[in-house]
């Protein structure tokens, strides 16, 4: 099937409330258009060199969100442009998006990523450290970056009952953090294997890409 096809069967498929992140990394522009034309806005990527190639060659109006691990000597790059970072994992890392969002006269919305997974592979807060996080002075006192969310991803494992769990326990901390904290919003869980299942235990953003672009080649 073809991109824009894909697109609209999702779209069909997802409820209202499920904001759709259409994962492009490695893709070429003409796959972003494709997308593009068929509607879509809002892009991710997750490497910042990648990104910002493609911002500058894409419509304006596209909304590119940050979904890989970044690195504090890149932040500078999209700082301009971005208009979410999905992985924030540290006090230091927000501290140089808050430094660089304020060159820009920008207030950047990020999105800590909690570690949920078994797998030590994956980055991200313990669900202690994210609550110390948010209740830091340093934190408070930033005007420049606004925490809308947490983002998790779950095991790589055909265990449904381990997925489910998983994505229980960043829901639970969901509910915990944007209980008087009108501006978290966002709970981005869910790829093309597992967002049925995301949506399912409370998603409210979901990051899909080969369900859309089709595989992808890492060369
Ligand atoms: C690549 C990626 C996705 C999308 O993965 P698919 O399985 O292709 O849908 C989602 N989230 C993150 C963080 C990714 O790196």
């Known amino acids: 099937m073809s991109i824009s096809e894909n697109l609209r069967n999702l779209k069909n498929e997802l409820p209202e409330h499920v904001t759709l992140v259409a994962v492009s990394k490695t893709k070429p522009i003409s796959d972003l258009m494709e997308a593009y034309n068929a509607g879509q806005r809002i892009f991710g990527e997750n490497k910042i060199q990648e990104m910002t190639e493609k911002w500058q060659q894409m419509p304006g109006d596209v909304e590119w969100h940050m979904i890989g691990h970044v690195q504090r000597n890149k932040v500078k790059y999209m700082a301009e442009f971005v208009s979410l970072i999905h992985g924030v994992d540290s006090l230091k890392l ?23 997974a078994e797998e030590d592979t994956k980055f991200g807060l313990s669900e202690e450290e994210a609550l110390a ?6 934190f408070q006192a930033m005007k420049h970056v606004k925490i809308t969310g947490i983002m998790g991803m779950a095991t790589f494992t055909d265990n449904q009952d381990q997925v489910k769990r998983e994505f229980q326990t960043l829901r639970s901390l969901f509910v915990k953090i944007a209980h008087n904290r009108p501006e978290i919003n966002t709970l981005s869980m869910g790829m093309s294997g597992d967002y049925t299942m995301a949506i399912d235990c409370g998603s409210t953003m979901v990051r899909i890409g080969s369900s859309i672009f089709g595989a992808r080649n890492y060369h």
């Not at 927000?94 to 949920?116: G, W």
């Not at 996080?133 to 340093?138: D, G, H, P, T, V």
């Open 94 to 116: 927000l501290k140089e998006i808050e430094k660089q969002a304020a060159k820009h006269q920008r207030v950047i919305s990020c999105l800590l990523q909690i570690h949920i």
């Open 133 to 138: 996080l948010l209740e830091s002075e340093e």
